[in-house]
């Protein structure tokens, strides 16, 4: 069974920096487009940033000059390099991988279990 597993999330004052990690566990093969969400208490989940098999990059203007997301294909791992935090930032992040191939074939809509973020002001 796939799994995302997040890891990275934490405590830290508004300017600070965190990097987010997400890996596929399992017998995964391959990964097409991955990336980050958010969810603030008592709002919707929201697109933080994302990338393509071919590294296209997406990003939430509320992010963008701030965030950076990369991804390592060999380890089937994706990175989110978070600078510049603000308070607004707080939320839990959820790692989505729109589809996925491993010995069984594709399967599609994949989420990690969430890490929090928490900025301080």
């Known amino acids: 069974q796939v799994q995302l597993v997040e890891s990275g999330g934490g405590l830290v004052q508004a300017g600070g920096s965190l990097r987010l990690c997400c890996a596929a566990s399992g017998s995964t093969l391959s990964i097409n487009g991955i990336g980050w969400y958010r969810q603030a208490p008592g709002k919707q989940r929201e697109l933080v940033a994302r990338i393509s098999s071919t590294g296209s990059k997406i990003y939430a203007d509320s992010v963008k000059g701030r965030f950076t997301i990369s991804r390592d294909n060999a380890k089937n791992t994706v990175y989110l390099q978070m600078n510049s935090l603000k308070p607004e930032d707080t939320a839990v992040y959820y790692c989505?991988?729109?589809?996925?191939?491993?010995?069984?074939?594709?399967?599609?809509?994949?989420w990690g279990q969430g890490t929090q973020v928490t900025v301080s002001s």
């Open positions: 989505n991988a729109d589809s996925l191939l491993t010995s069984e074939g594709w399967g599609n809509d994949y």
